[in-house]
């Protein structure tokens, strides 16, 4: 079960929301009464209860917005139980000036905006022992291993406990509340009202994650990454997944790069058996790989990651999907030994993308030029794959063939700028960005009046991801269904 959280400074707002979020299906929604601007009517948030409700008066240290009195808050605690209401919040350290009373259940809360305590066994106990139906630890991860303790804790306690990890890295115990055996989780009404880090919005939660349906059985899948919010994988990789019928969620996982190799150590016991890797960790991964494709050692880098028993198996599906959206582009003859030779292509950007682009054209002998904006980046790359190397500046005075875009330059916000200057691409220039957040960036704008041919960031992301998919689950993805999902994500039809 979903709890959503609602905190609006007026009466008529707060009963607003709850009303609708209740005919929209929501089975608990949280009344944050300390949001509520003037002297709270419990009258009137209460008279009409649309669907269960807990209350909570949360004060500024744990996160809250109540500035009055400490007796007017746990005067209004008392007087919603009094007035029956299905559950209130109490933190732990005031649980005892709070008696029980009727049938209202008590959640007894501790929450951690700085860390998770070492001691999350011994603070559970002494939290169950307030005569608590349900305990609530909320604590800030700031490491993967938070994560697994605060999960263990869950799956392992004898009273109904809800765990939270707060932050992007502790998404994923939001997610997995129900598989653990919280009796619900927490999230928010509206992307703009987060009331705390990490909060997903309950629509979110519903129908991307799915949240009810995730049991046992359900097979885990996820992109590694930091940070890893801005993902758009999670989205096309759960949609095909529903589309398909398979009992299988993709799932946000926010790693430090020093904590890659512990993260990877644990995924089995999570239910892990796949990974998409993306920056900062696409050339550590590779170390942690038992066996990789020739191509991922050759790149020297992995962004797939799948597990098979004791085995870590690694992928570059980048390469294949840039070298099919290439070759395509270009009418390449596979069967022929050397099918890029006297073709140049010019690489901007020395990070992982570029890396997996380069390799897999200097193996059709392509002749490869990169530039990026630090040099030293750039000469390590060029040595490494046996490319040249030009400085950032000198970019437009390359006769070249192939442009490619392995830079984040032009990806929204900033979509107002371009990596390569207009004046310098003509049609008989094909241009390959691969930044795909918005699909039509400026370079790709450039491009098309230039009348360049071209490959968009969506044509190389959808291809990567659909070979994923295949690694993941051995079946054929529904292209088209990715395709329309990313479009329609970084394209929203925009309201006259």
Same mark, same amino acid.
């Given at each position: 079960?979903?709890?959503?959280?609602?905190?609006?400074?007026?009466?008529?707002?707060?009963?607003?929301?709850?009303?609708?979020?209740?005919?929209?299906?929501?089975?608990?929604?949280?009344?944050?009464?300390?949001?509520?601007?003037?002297?709270?009517?419990?009258?009137?948030?209460?008279?009409?209860?649309?669907?269960?409700?807990?209350?909570?008066?949360?004060?500024?240290?744990?996160?809250?917005?109540?500035?009055?009195?400490?007796?007017?808050? *746990?005067?209004?605690?008392?007087?919603?139980?009094?007035?029956?209401?299905?559950?209130?919040?109490?933190?732990?350290?005031?649980?005892?000036?709070?008696?029980?009373?009727?049938?209202?259940?008590?959640?007894?809360?501790?929450?951690?905006?700085?860390?998770?305590?070492?001691?999350?066994?011994?603070?559970?106990?002494?939290?169950?022992?307030?005569?608590?139906?349900?305990?609530?630890?909320?604590?800030?991860?700031?490491?993967?291993?938070?994560?697994?303790?605060?999960?263990?804790?869950?799956?392992?306690?004898?009273?109904?406990?809800?765990?939270?990890?707060?932050?992007?890295?502790?998404?994923?115990?939001?997610?997995?509340?129900?598989?653990?055996?919280?009796?619900?989780?927490?999230?928010?009404?509206?992307?703009?009202?987060?009331?705390?880090?990490?909060?997903?919005?309950?629509?979110?939660?519903?129908?991307?994650?799915?949240?009810?349906?995730?049991?046992?059985?359900?097979?885990?899948?996820?992109?590694?990454? #930091?940070?890893?919010?801005?993902?758009?994988?999670?989205?096309?990789?759960?949609?095909?997944?529903?589309?398909?019928?398979?009992?299988?969620?993709?799932?946000?996982?926010?790693?430090?790069?020093?904590?890659?190799?512990?993260?990877?150590?644990?995924?089995?016991?999570?239910?892990?058996?796949?990974?998409?890797?993306?920056?900062?960790?696409?050339?550590?991964?590779?170390?942690?790989?038992?066996?990789?494709?020739?191509?991922?050692?050759?790149?020297?880098?992995?962004?797939?990651?799948?597990?098979?028993?004791?085995?870590?198996?690694?992928?570059?599906?980048?390469?294949?999907?840039?070298?099919?959206?290439?070759?395509?582009?270009?009418?390449?003859?596979?069967?022929?030994?050397?099918?890029?030779?006297?073709?140049?292509?010019?690489?901007?950007?020395?990070?992982?993308?570029?890396?997996?682009?380069?390799?897999?054209?200097?193996?059709?002998?392509? #002749?490869?030029?990169?530039?990026?904006?630090?040099?030293?980046?750039?000469?390590?790359?060029?040595?490494?794959?046996?490319?040249?190397?030009?400085?950032?500046?000198?970019?437009?005075?390359?006769?070249?063939?192939?442009?490619?875009?392995?830079?984040?330059?032009?990806?929204?916000?900033?979509? #107002?700028?371009?990596?390569?200057?207009?004046?310098?691409?003509?049609?008989?220039?094909?241009?390959?960005?691969?930044?795909?957040?918005?699909?039509?960036?400026?370079?790709?704008?450039?491009?098309?009046?230039?009348?360049?041919?071209?490959?968009?960031?969506?044509?190389?992301?959808?291809?990567?991801?659909?070979?994923?998919?295949? *690694?993941?689950?051995?079946?054929?993805?529904?292209?088209?269904?990715?395709?329309?999902?990313?479009?329609?994500?970084?394209?929203?039809?925009?309201?006259?």
């Amino acid at each position: 079960m979903i709890c959503v959280t609602l905190g609006r400074a007026r009466h008529k707002r707060m009963i607003a929301d709850h009303q609708f979020l209740a005919e929209q299906g929501a089975q608990l929604v949280e009344l944050r009464l300390d949001y509520i601007s003037r002297a709270v009517s419990l009258k009137r948030l209460l008279e009409n209860r649309f669907c269960p409700i807990v209350v909570t008066v949360r004060r500024r240290e744990d996160g809250g917005r109540w500035l009055k009195s400490e007796a007017e808050r *746990l005067t209004l605690l008392r007087s919603a139980i009094a007035a029956g209401v299905d559950y209130v919040d109490i933190e732990a350290d005031v649980a005892s000036q709070i008696p029980r009373y009727g049938n209202t259940k008590r959640i007894i809360s501790f929450h951690d905006f700085d860390e998770t305590p070492e001691d999350l066994e011994e603070l559970h106990a002494a939290m169950a022992e307030e005569d608590a139906d349900i305990v609530k630890i909320a604590t800030m991860a700031n490491s993967f291993q938070d994560n697994l303790r605060m999960m263990d804790l869950v799956k392992n306690a004898k009273i109904p406990t809800i765990g939270i990890c707060m932050g992007e890295m502790g998404m994923i115990t939001r997610i997995l509340g129900e598989r653990l055996g919280s009796p619900f989780t927490y999230a928010t009404f509206s992307k703009d009202k987060k009331m705390a880090p990490g909060l997903l919005e309950w629509k979110e939660m519903q129908t991307l994650y799915r949240y009810s349906t995730i049991d046992d059985n359900t097979v885990l899948f996820g992109v590694v990454a #930091d940070p890893v919010a801005h993902s758009y994988s999670p989205l096309i990789h759960n949609r095909a997944f529903e589309d398909s019928g398979i009992n299988a969620r993709y799932l946000p996982f926010r790693v430090p790069k020093s904590d890659l190799p512990n993260f990877i150590k644990h995924c089995k016991e999570l239910g892990v058996e796949g990974l998409s890797v993306t920056i900062p960790h696409k050339e550590e991964a590779l170390d942690q790989c038992t066996q990789a494709e020739s191509s991922a050692s050759g790149i020297g880098a992995v962004n797939t990651l799948v597990f098979q028993g004791d085995s870590v198996l690694g992928y570059n599906t980048d390469y294949r999907a840039a070298m099919d959206c290439v070759e395509e582009l270009f009418n390449i003859d596979r069967t022929k030994e050397r099918p890029m030779q006297g073709m140049t292509a010019l690489i901007l950007g020395a990070g992982g993308v570029s890396r997996a682009i380069a390799w897999g054209l200097k193996q059709r002998h392509c #002749d490869v030029v990169i530039a990026s904006r630090t040099f030293e980046r750039a000469e390590i790359l060029a040595s490494e794959l046996g490319c040249r190397v030009i400085k950032w500046e000198d970019r437009h005075d390359e006769r070249i063939n192939l442009l490619v875009n392995g830079t984040p330059i032009g990806m929204h916000p900033d979509v #107002d700028v371009s990596p390569y200057n207009e004046t310098s691409l003509n049609q008989f220039v094909a241009v390959f960005d691969t930044v795909y957040n918005p699909e039509n960036t400026l370079l790709i704008k450039y491009a098309k009046r230039a009348q360049c041919r071209i490959i968009t960031g969506i044509d190389m992301f959808v291809r990567q991801a659909a070979y994923q998919y295949k *690694l993941f689950t051995g079946k054929d993805a529904n292209v088209q269904l990715m395709r329309k999902t990313i479009k329609d994500a970084t394209n929203p039809v925009q309201l006259n």
